[in-house]
Nanobody
Framework: QVQVVESGGGLVQAGGSLRLSCTAS????????MGWFRQAPGKEREGVSC????????YYADSVKGRFAISRDNAKNTLYLQMSSLKPEDTAMYYC????????????????????WGQGTQVTVSS
């Protein structure tokens, strides 16, 4: 049974930092590309970042470039998202997702490219 579980969300002031974690089980984590998405109330789910199976290539939405960093530890089946210089507009539910491929596709920021999802962790940034 595949399980994808996010953690690390919370309330932080603007300018602060948070690190999200995502642990996956029941799937060959080190064979799959992984992504982070977020969804704010009343908005579509949007792609934040993607990382290839080896971690050698990473991709970011323009809105988070230079502030967020995705990484993974395949030995621990864990994905991370280090978020810095947070802004109120970063407030959203953050989701971890696994793609049944080892690379980030050209449409990595489209939710249909991913096969397994977690339940999300809430990030709230106060001004």
């Amino acid at each position: 049974q595949v399980q994808v579980v996010e953690s690390g969300g919370g309330l932080v002031q603007a300018g602060g930092s948070l690190r999200l974690s995502c642990t996956a089980s029941g799937l060959p984590f080190d064979n799959y590309a992984m992504g982070w998405f977020r969804q704010a109330p009343g908005k579509e789910r949007e792609g934040v970042s993607c990382i290839t199976r080896s971690g050698g290539n990473t991709y970011y939405a323009d809105s988070v470039k230079g502030r967020f960093a995705i990484s993974r530890d395949n030995a621990k089946n864990t994905l991370y998202l280090q978020m810095s210089s947070l802004k109120p507009e970063d407030t959203a539910m953050y989701y971890c997702a696994a793609a049944v491929r080892d690379y980030c596709s050209g449409s990595w920021d489209n939710r249909v490219e991913y096969d397994f999802w977690g339940q999300g962790t809430q990030v709230t940034v106060s001004s």
